[in-house]
T-cell receptor
């Protein structure tokens, strides 16, 4: 079974609209971390936001927020007021057994290709 | 700029040849990771180092792959007897050893390998 599932291969959104990118995960660990990365056409992975499994509040970073629903095992990324520069691939990732120190490799989903239209 | 750097950025080789990639992590980052990303997929974890010790290897890392980090600074990833299926982007990431609960991984620009 896929550990990270991103069901939207591609999305088109009008500039200035909010957009939600879906991510569901599968783990039996009680402690884990969830990440979102942006990958523009240049190829570099850019960290956006993090949510720990024990964090009670949804993470926010500027225009990015993470809608964390633990019981549903979902960690959707919300981008408010989208901009043309937000066009990129977006990857959801998980690190299991997040006991502190963040040693383990990340497991990534297949990504969502977001295109912002003027 | 003190980000993660990778060399070369592009490598074209013939099937059966050996290739070696280099990753220079952010200074003083103790942990270094290698990932592979094929077209249309997310990155897949290959291996990781803490200082010079290789602590984890994915089953994706076949016997033809070897990674080293001899002095705990830069790392090399070698692929022997390359196959067409090895064509991918090879990404390196680093993170500091700290008490933070998550330790964001900082990625380099990647090395794109094409095996003809």
């Amino acid at each position: 079974a896929q550990k990270i599932t991103q069901t939207q291969p591609g999305m088109f959104v009008q500039e200035k609209e909010a957009v939600t990118l879906d991510c569901t995960y599968d783990t039996s660990d009680q402690s884990y971390g969830l990440f979102w990365y942006k990958q523009p056409s240049s190829g570099e992975m850019i960290f956006l936001i993090y949510q720990g499994s024990y964090d009670e509040q949804n993470a926010t970073e500027g225009r990015y927020s993470l809608n964390f629903q633990k019981a549903r095992k979902s960690a959707n990324l919300v981008i408010s007021a989208s901009q043309l520069g937000d066009s990129a691939m977006y990857f959801c990732a998980m690190r299991e057994g997040d006991s502190g120190g963040g040693a383990d490799g990340l497991t990534f989903g297949k990504g969502t290709h977001l295109i912002i239209q003027p | 700029d003190t980000g993660v750097s990778q060399n070369p950025r592009h490598k074209i080789t013939k099937r059966g040849q050996n290739v070696t990639f280099r990753c220079d992590p952010i200074s003083e980052h103790n942990r270094l990771y290698w990932y592979r990303q094929t077209l249309g997929q997310g990155p897949e974890f290959l291996t990781y180092f803490q200082n010079e010790a290789q602590l984890e290897k994915s089953r994706l890392l076949s016997d033809r792959f070897s990674a080293e980090r001899p002095k705990g600074s830069f790392s090399t990833l070698e692929i022997q007897r390359t196959e067409q299926g090895d064509s991918a982007m090879y990404l390196c990431a680093s993170t500091p050893l700290g008490l933070s609960s998550y330790n964001e991984q900082f990625f380099g620009p990647g090395t794109r390998l094409t095996v003809l």
